[in-house]
């Protein structure tokens, strides 16, 4: 059997432990525990707080890796281009399909999907389309098929 003094040992050892890891300077157990108990809040809190910065940062980085598009209106057409620091499996096939909707033709075009996803395009206005378009127009159309593209893949 634990002798009396061996628990009273013990206790006191575990005590001092928990003063050292808590960094408390409580002279008796009930301050010693409260001190823990704050220090555990604390330690809560921390974690929240932490939880809820990689969560933004996540949300952030997500929202960083959609790709940037500009188009400049030119004297008989437009000049997109489309850049993502990842590489964007089936945005090309999809950013090409909204073209031919539009009515645009690809005059030239320029294509990276290696590394990155990097699309130079030089695109007209199919002549046999009365509808005008504007480069305000084209850019929101490609911002659109960026955004249900990344809905798409979010979901596989």
Sequence with gaps: MVSREQKKASLHEKLQLL????NSHALNKT?????????IQELKQKVERLSH???NAQTSSHQN???????ESLE??????????????????????????????VLEA???????FRFYALGRKNEKESEEVDAQAVKQTIGQV???????????
């Design 76 to 105: 008989k057409g437009f000049l997109i281009n489309v850049f993502s620091a990842k590489n964007c499996p089936g945005l090309l096939v999809s950013i090409l399909e909204s073209f031919e909707e539009m009515g645009l033709n």
């Design 110 to 116: 320029r294509v990276t999907c290696t590394d990155t």
């Design 146 to 156: 960026i955004k249900n593209w990344s809905g798409n893949t979010d979901q596989t």
């Design 53 to 55: 910065d990689v969560a």
């Design 19 to 22: 003063r050292s890891i808590t």
């Design 65 to 71: 890796t959609l790709p940037m598009v500009t188009v």
């Design 31 to 39: 301050s010693t525990i409260i001190d823990a108990s704050k220090y």
